[in-house]
């Protein structure tokens, strides 16, 4: 039996997915996001990290399982949860077989092998991190491929997907960028929702913290209501039939 590394769980959360979740963030990334807010989770181990079997931790989702009502369940964030792709397969039969709603939040950079995880994940929660080459090295430091093989099986397997995107002054954010987004988002199958995340500065404490420079020292945090009029627009495409 496998056991997980964890960097934390948090046990009703109401933001990564549909109704009352359990989110389990797991840890290790191999991106360097400049908006990171977690780089605590970056390093596949720390003085910090349980290790749990998977037995364990469904017994401690299904603690919960009496709020999760008919939407609500579990999502496996990070840090990246496709890193440990063995532990996830061993976890989420489980899940399947406790009744607990399975979601993944991830940016699709794990090492292949996506076929089988997504056979049991109910909905991916996909952070679209940028949506040109360029873009995305500028963002994250790494190269865009393994997100778009992971993408690419998502998408021809029909999972449900809600598209995240964070939305930074001088990043990633104005009309042109937003345009660009809309347009990319219309190549795209089977998405439910999409959801703009403002920039936030909660986590650079953190850096501090671990001796890191924040990469984006001085950029000023948005407010959700100016991301209002483009969470609309993206959203109403949705309506299309190709989806």
């Known amino acids: 039996m496998r056991e997980g590394r964890i960097h934390s769980i948090e046990s009703m959360g109401l933001v990564d997915g549909p109704g009352i979740r359990t989110v389990v963030f797991l840890q290790g990334c191999g991106l360097r996001c400049q908006y990171c807010h977690n780089p605590d989770t970056w390093a596949e181990t720390g003085p910090r990290v349980q290790r749990l079997g998977p037995e364990a931790l469904v017994r401690r989702l299904a603690r919960f399982k009496s709020y999760y009502g008919e939407t609500g369940g579990v999502t496996f964030s990070g840090g990246e949860p496709l890193l440990q792709r063995d532990f996830l397969l061993e976890v989420l039969p489980l899940c399947r077989q406790a009744g607990i709603h399975i979601c993944l939040d991830t940016a699709g950079c794990g090492a292949g092998g996506y076929e089988e995880l997504l056979a049991l994940t109910d909905l991916v929660l996909f952070d679209v991190k940028h949506y040109t080459d360029a873009g995305y090295r500028r963002v994250t430091g790494r190269d865009r491929g393994e997100s778009l093989r992971f993408l690419e099986t998502a998408q021809r397997m029909g999972i449900p997907l809600w598209v995240r995107h964070v939305v930074v002054p001088g990043l990633t954010d104005g009309e042109e960028h937003l345009r660009g987004l809309r347009d990319y988002l219309r190549t795209l199958k089977h998405v439910e929702r999409v959801e703009l995340l403002p920039y936030h500065t909660l986590g650079v404490s953190k850096y501090a913290a671990l001796g890191i420079p924040y990469p984006l020292d001085g950029v000023s945090p948005m407010k ?20």
């Open 224 to 243: 959700p209501e100016e991301l209002i009029q483009w969470q609309q627009i993206l959203n109403q495409d949705l309506d299309r039939p190709n989806n």
